[in-house]
């Protein structure tokens, strides 16, 4: 994995303390490597190719086709190729910018994460080509991750690819949760919501999945390419008429989604339907694989550990608050673990946007949580996104402690404007606490530490 910026390590008894933290995690995000992930779960011994529990006779199949999307694919990719060498006929995985990795047979197809571009659509068409062209004595590999569902764009008939840029846009800004997007993407993709199961059908279909949704529902992930789809177009227009984007959105996206409430245009794949009769899906890493490790590592560097929840949801800012409380309570009575204390949580949380500010949810949280710990010197809390982006930004999170408002004070700088302007990202940024990663190449949601020294 990328290490951290050292210049976010200061000097003295701060640097000494930083390097404990950031040793805490890089251990999350050694455990969720992609490679390492799928070389735990897929082997070959000879012509048995083992996947989880099952075995897959290659001799059986004429052809071995790789294909999907998301930030960890060129990783994922990779480990295939290592395995399975030149048994693998042909294969294209979109991946973000500056996410790739070394593949001779797998085409590693670069494209636009959040916001879907050309570039996704026009390697997904290739992607759905392949899967149309397989048969009944095909093995089609998926290999899926986090940021799949912006990476792997084709829109249905109708919808264009600026349509979904604006859709993406606004689901983004106005704190929709992944479940809540990823409803409404699958109700106007030729791939998400089992469609992509549906192209390739009659051929067997192993997804290989990294998950970065909370509670890793499989349909969800990514917008569930290969997973019976749980939700309808009644929720997809719910989101959009819970968030009154309903004036908001292109028409023809609205129009889509009210005709198919209304049983005019037929659902997505659901559970039951013969597209799933050969089709396993299988999680290889997630959030919780993250936070255990984390917590293994605190423990091995003194701290007394509690993995709280990989659950977490809710408004970045104000979900800080409770982690602040946290080391309070830590603090004040020893509860919920004595000094030196390490509480690690996963999951995601959703910024509303208002300002005009850079930023993503993890430093946001960090911005708000340094207003309720100023003045604790012993307290550090860093949120962290695992794929080393946060939001449309190049840092992975930032770190907050009891000094960071003195610190910004004497900078001139003005917490509670950067943070009421969604500013976070130049905040940290001028502080020099910014935690830069470059690309991880995995992706299992955000983690959040909070540090008692």
Same mark, same amino acid.
């Given at each position: 994995m990328t290490p951290f910026n050292p210049e976010v390590l200061k000097s003295g008894k701060t640097r000494e303390r930083r390097e404990r933290a950031l040793a805490v995690l890089s251990a999350a995000l050694e455990a969720v490597d992609p490679v390492k992930a799928i070389k735990r779960q897929v082997s070959l011994s000879d012509d048995s190719l083992h996947i989880g529990q099952r075995v897959y006779d290659l001799g059986r199949y004429r052809n071995i086709y790789v294909i999907g999307g998301g930030k960890a694919g060129g990783s994922m990719a990779q480990a295939i190729e290592e395995i399975l060498g030149q048994r693998v006929t042909a294969g294209l995985v979109n991946v973000k910018?500056?996410?790739?990795?070394?593949t001779e047979i797998v085409r590693l197809n670069e494209a636009g994460h959040p916001i879907p571009d050309a570039a996704g659509m026009a390697g997904t068409k290739q992607m759905a080509e392949l899967a149309r062209k397989a048969t009944d004595e095909d093995l089609v590999i998926c290999l899926i991750s986090g940021g799949g569902s912006a990476?792997?764009?084709?829109?249905?008939?109708?919808?264009?690819?600026?349509?979904?840029?604006?859709?993406?846009?606004?689901?983004?800004?106005?704190?929709?949760?992944?479940?809540?997007?990823?409803?409404?993407?699958?109700?106007?993709?030729?791939?998400?919501?089992?469609?992509?199961?549906r192209l390739a059908h009659p051929a067997e279909i192993v997804s290989l999945?990294?998950?970065?949704?909370?509670?890793?529902?499989?349909?969800?992930?990514?917008?569930?390419?290969?997973?019976?789809? @749980?939700? @309808?177009?009644?929720?997809?227009?719910?989101?959009?008429?819970?968030?009154?984007?309903?004036?908001?959105?292109?028409?023809p996206i609205v129009e889509r989604l009210r005709r198919g409430k209304e049983g005019v245009i037929p659902e997505t794949p659901k559970e039951g339907t013969e597209y799933f009769t050969r089709t396993y899906n299988l999680i290889i890493a997630s959030?919780?694989?993250?936070?255990?490790?984390?917590?293994?590592?605190?423990?091995?560097?003194?701290?007394?550990t509690l993995l709280l929840s990989?659950?977490?949801e809710g408004e970045a800012r104000e979900v800080a608050k409770v982690f602040a409380a946290v080391a309070k309570e !830590? !603090?004040?009575?020893?509860?919920?673990l004595p000094r030196p204390a390490c509480v690690v949580a996963g999951g995601e949380t959703t910024v509303t946007v208002r300002g005009s500010?850079?930023?993503?949810?993890?430093?946001?949280?960090?911005?708000?949580?340094?207003?309720?710990?100023?003045?604790?010197?012993?307290?550090?809390?860093?949120?962290?996104?695992?794929?080393? @982006?946060?939001?449309?930004?190049?840092?992975?999170?930032?770190?907050?402690?009891?000094?960071?408002?003195?610190r910004a004070q004497e900078a001139g700088l003005s917490a509670t404007q950067y943070l009421a302007n969604n500013d976070s990202y130049h905040f940290f940024q001028q502080l020099g606490d910014l935690l830069i990663t470059g690309p991880t190449n995995t992706n299992v949601n955000?983690? @959040?530490?909070?540090?008692?020294f």
């Open positions: 910018y500056g996410y790739g990795a070394e990476l792997m764009p084709l829109p249905v008939e109708g919808i264009t690819l600026a349509d979904v840029k604006s859709l993406t846009d606004a689901l983004l800004r106005c704190g929709a949760t992944i479940n809540e997007i990823n409803a409404v993407r699958k109700h106007l993709s030729q791939i998400k919501g089992g469609n992509l199961a999945i990294l998950s970065d949704v909370v509670g890793s529902p499989l349909d969800v992930i990514a917008s569930g390419p290969t997973v019976p789809d @749980t939700t @309808t177009f009644a929720d997809a227009y719910g989101v959009i008429e819970k968030y009154g984007l309903l004036e908001e959105l292109p028409r959030n919780e694989v993250a936070a255990e490790a984390a917590t293994t590592r605190a423990e091995e560097l003194g701290f007394h990989t659950f977490v !830590i !603090i004040n009575s020893g509860r919920p500010g850079l930023g993503g949810r993890n430093q946001e949280m960090a911005l708000s949580a340094a207003l309720e710990i100023a003045g604790l010197e012993d307290v550090m809390i860093i949120p962290l996104a695992s794929d080393g @982006t946060d939001g449309p930004t190049d840092a992975a999170g930032a770190i907050a402690d009891g000094s960071t408002l003195r955000d983690l @959040t530490f909070t540090f008692v």
